[in-house]
């Protein structure tokens, strides 16, 4: 339901009151909301953003830079690196220099789990019920109607702070997605939109959260939209929303800390111009495909291992933990051992050290593998952290992997000679694709990331293979399949109903139902007859379904008065009848309704088509449409109620 403003209140002069009264709705009345509030939220987003890089860099820097003396790769198209005109390099230059000599490992435990202990004291102070991530802002779009909690924005800004500068192994761009879509719930909460609205400004949200702090407004207004969905599957109204305020994030974000694009000038030489490199890279969505999934169920156990660990001690164990496999990994290998260092924060040095290639193929794997568990170990237990930046990490270290690997082992005859670094650029799409269930968006980012359009068919190639080998699972639990199972669209799709209800879910009522058996004779039938009952089905001595008959075969044998006294319920029961299993849709009871002149079909077992359950009736076909079609018309009902209550 819209929440237009009544004809005379559309024109009325509005008199700016001072700062916190001026946003009303009242200001945007004339105008098209939707798009207006977009762009506020994708500023809101920006200035949040800002913040949550600067605090969380500055933090990491000082912890593993001034404590621990440990250099970091970063990427090389960063313009954060660029220091002459960034406040962030002024700031991060008044942090003390380390005293050490070398490199102190043991920050890679103690400060994670001191992490982890003010993750849970804030937790607990702050009454933060976990929603973080994009996991958490997809699950709100769904099933919540797009509402968050009170305060969701800022508990999980200071949450992530804690998380990230603190070392803990995940990314900012899924907390920043969490905090954008909470901040246009809010929004479109502030300006009494409408259900709907308030949908499109959480998507909104999460588009301006990727846009701005990955450098990537056009995949950020994508993935907005794609997202939502595990199936090739986009929501189209909030495509131009999201857009717009990916844009206003992107500019926001790039104001203060220089424009460019994250990775600008990786593989900028490479050209695709041999198709037999399609072979390669198909060979890579197949290697991406698997370790997604090796990811998905690494993710799914731990998260079920720390159901079993106390609350308060949870964020600490897990961070302590992921420190303790870094550390681990870090004594045992010595050799390219920097890149090593990326299992923590947000790894993107180590991806950069994929894109250019700088390592061994088993220093990549080991620093894919790594980064699945610390990532794991840092989020599932309660750490602040998103999923995006790991899954970039661990995707472009299979390429390089891959990469390396196919040059030592593909003959030269094969004339294909792709850079390591291509590999991981697109190692690195096609495992988000796999994972995430965004294709579309990821082969956009490819190109936004690197600032070419050289990379587009490899991408696409390998983003295709691998969303479509990788159906099977899906890295956000919270995700569903299409627009028709979201509650978000629950009327939308009223013409395929039946469809949604199975004959299992309406047998209770279809189990109260007379039986005859064969041996009964017609007297004896004569005399049950009920008006209630219009079809019998007929039963075997053992108690098996042998046929049905209706009153209307009674009735053709009446009038022959030398036989129907000697007649016997098998002798008028069809036996060649059509009949319904449980598993089966209306839609196609329907279907066999139209098929055949019968009233009442029998409902029989799955396994077991002699074993009778009940009668279905058209009757009770049109009763469960009717009750289906109502239980939409409440929904938007209710829908419609709140947003005229709002207003």
Known sequence: MSSERPQSQRHKRVTIPAIPEAISAQVFVPFSKVPLLAGLVGVLVGIVGVVLFALTHLGYRYFFGSVGNIEQPEPGGSAVLE????????????????????????????????GGILIALWTKLARDNGEG??????????????KFAPGMWWKKLVASCITLGTGGSGGREGPISAI?????????ERFRLTVRERRILLAAGIAAGVGGMFRAPLAGGLLAAEIL??????????????????????????????????????????????????????????VLVLGGLMYVRILRAIKALFRKVPA????????????????VILLMVNENAGIL????????????????????????????????LTSALTIQSGGAAGLFAPSMVIGG??????????????????????????????????????????????????????????????????CTLAFILSRKYRMYETQVSTRKESPAHRGDFATNVLDEVKVVDILPELTEVETVREDTPLSEILSMKTSRQAYYPVLSRAGKFVGIFSLNDLRSVLDEQEVWEFLVAADIAHGEVVTVRPSETLSRVAQK?????????????????????????????????????????QARKLDSAQADAAT
Not at 312 to 326: D, H, S
Not at 420 to 435: E, I, K, Q, R
């Open 133 to 146: 991530g994009t996991e958490g802002a997809i699950d709100s779009y769904h099933q919540k109607r797009g």
């Open 229 to 286: 969905y595990s199936d090739s599957e986009f929501e189209p109204e909030v495509l131009i929303p999201a857009m717009l305020s990916s844009v206003a994030s992107y500019c926001v974000f790039c104001l203060n800390f220089g424009w460019g694009s994250l990775l600008s000038g990786v593989a900028g030489d490479y050209t695709f111009a041999n198709p037999v490199e399609l072979a390669a890279y198909a060979a890579l969505a197949v």
């Open 83 to 114: 220091k002459s005109h960034s406040w962030l390099a002024e700031l991060e230059s008044m942090l003390p220099t380390s005293g050490s000599e070398g490199p102190e490992l043991w920050v890679y435990v103690i400060v994670p789990i001191l």
């Open 341 to 372: 260092h990326s299992l923590m924060g947000d790894g993107y040095g180590g991806l950069q050290s994929a894109l250019d290639g700088t390592g061994v193929w088993y220093v990549f794997l080991i620093l894919a593998v790594g980064k699945m």
């Open 180 to 188: 954008g879509a909470a901040i246009g719930s809010n929004v479109a």
């Open 593 to 633: 309704f139209a098929e055949t002149q019968f009233e009442e079909l029998p409902v029989v077992d799955d396994t077991d088509e002699k074993r009778l359950l009940g009668m279905i009736s058209r009757r009770q076909l049109n009763s469960a449409y009717i009750r289906r079609m109502m239980s939409y018309d």
């Open 397 to 462: 270290a299979i390429g390089a992997m891959s990469g390396t690997l196919f040059a030592m082992l593909v003959p030269d005859s094969w004339n294909i000679h792709v850079p390591v670094g291509v590999y991981a650029l697109v190692g690195m799409a096609g495992y988000y694709a796999a994972t995430a269930k965004a294709p579309v968006s990821t082969v956009i980012m490819v190109s936004e990331l690197t600032g070419s359009y050289h990379l587009l068919l490899p991408s696409m190639w390998v």
């Open 312 to 327: 308060t001690i949870r964020p600490a164990v897990g961070a302590g933990l992921a420190g303790v496999v870094t550390l």
